[in-house]
């Protein structure tokens, strides 16, 4: 499983990457208006505390020429290269677009998925990740989980080569059943990736050990 963070605030990203082995970060306007600042000064930023680790960036323009033209402006503009994942939704345009993005070079991750059908097309394009939203559709009783299952044994069956990105949680469970189904990769929140990290029966086993070790622990380090 590859894990992400869905976040563009410094802050939080500086201790997650501190102290989790993370991939990389995925982008969009909101989570960029959530973290308070620009393209042009959270990118740098926030390539300066992940590296080489994967970027995904979302592109806004809504022709497939122009998705182009602009994923090619942010890899020139922000020295992107390799770890540089271009976000297009699957609109028709985001279809054409997945296909283009490819042949000059970079690499893809479709996003705003709802459906198997979708994924699966998106897959088809070239797109090296789809990225379902989970949270999103169990909120309109579109069984998230269900539908991540059914893009992951599409993808098996049909030996593409498409990771799939889950999106879209608002609690550990959801990651969960996600990766019990399957799923290459998650994407969550600062909130939602400090709770799967940490349970309240581990800081009562640490506190018993560091109980138990007085007078034991004998050795200088």
Known sequence: MIYMADTANLDE??????????????TNPTILSNGGLSLSKAVPAIQEIIGEKMLH????????????????RYREVFGLGQNYYVKIPVTKEGFRA??????????????????????LIAANAGADFV????????????????????IVKSIHDYHLPTKVLAASFKNVD???RVSMVGC?????????LTA????????????????DSAGLYDVTI
């Open 98 to 119: 997945i296909r283009m993005v490819k042949d000059v070079g970079m690499k893809v991750t479709a996003t705003a998925i709802f459906t198997q059908q979708q994924a």
């Open 174 to 176: 959801q990651i969960y």
């Open 57 to 72: 960036l979302q592109m806004i323009s809504e022709t497939a020429e122009d998705i182009l033209k602009e994923a090619k």
């Open 13 to 26: 990203l500086r201790e997650l990457f501190f102290y989790l082995p993370l991939e990389g970060v995925t």
């Open 184 to 192: 290459h990769s998650v994407t969550a929140n600062y909130e939602v």
């Open 196 to 211: 799967m990290v940490n349970h309240p029966m581990t800081d009562k086993a640490v506190e018993d050990f560091k109980r």
């Open 131 to 150: 990225a379902p939203y989970v949270n999103r559709l169990d909120n309109i009783v579109s069984h998230g989980i269900e539908v991540v299952s059914d």
